[in-house]
């Protein structure tokens, strides 16, 4: 037997491992880069966004964001885009086709979106752009200032358990 074959036959294999790697590496960075947080508030979600958005990645987040939406039978998804920067945007019109996307499915199925943490330079590059439908979005400062106002909305107090 040609031990050049034998060769081969191991390099095949190492290949075919290191693919396995990286597909389950590429799955698990889709599952962390969008986790889903429950909210002190029922039936609402917090959706962290980190790192470089593209429309293959916002495809999956918003693949997530309505399946997890829909089992769990949310009536508001808050979206943070404190961990973005101007750079991980990409090019703002297909981040507003996207955030339109997230929109309108979201609305279909009965639930709110709320967005928080636009960066200064995000929000600056927004209103720069001159894109309508960001002026149409529900927008709070912080995770904080949203959950306030949805605790308003929905009548919830906190009571101090200081005696």
Request: net charge negative; glycine share 4%; proline share 4%.
């Amino acid at each position: 037997m040609d031990p050049n074959i034998n060769e081969t036959e191991k390099l095949h294999e190492e290949i075919r491992q290191l693919k396995e790697q990286v597909d389950q590496y590429e799955n698990l960075i889709k599952e962390i880069s969008a986790p889903v947080i429950p909210s002190i508030v029922p039936d609402t979600i917090l959706i962290p966004i980190v790192g470089r958005l593209y429309p293959e990645r916002f495809d999956a987040i918003i693949s997530k964001i309505l399946s997890v939406s829909s089992s769990q039978e949310t009536n508001t998804v808050i979206i943070d885009f404190s961990a973005i920067t101007k750079n991980e945007i990409g090019e703002l019109e297909v981040f507003e086709e996207y955030i339109n996307h997230i929109n309108s499915a979201l609305t279909l199925m009965g639930a709110q979106t709320l967005y928080v943490g636009f960066t200064p330079a995000v929000t600056q590059a927004l209103v720069h752009s001159g894109l309508q439908s960001i002026k149409e979005l529900h927008t709070f400062s912080t995770f904080r200032t949203a959950l306030a106002y949805l605790m308003d909305e929905k009548g919830i107090e906190f009571k101090s358990t200081d005696a």
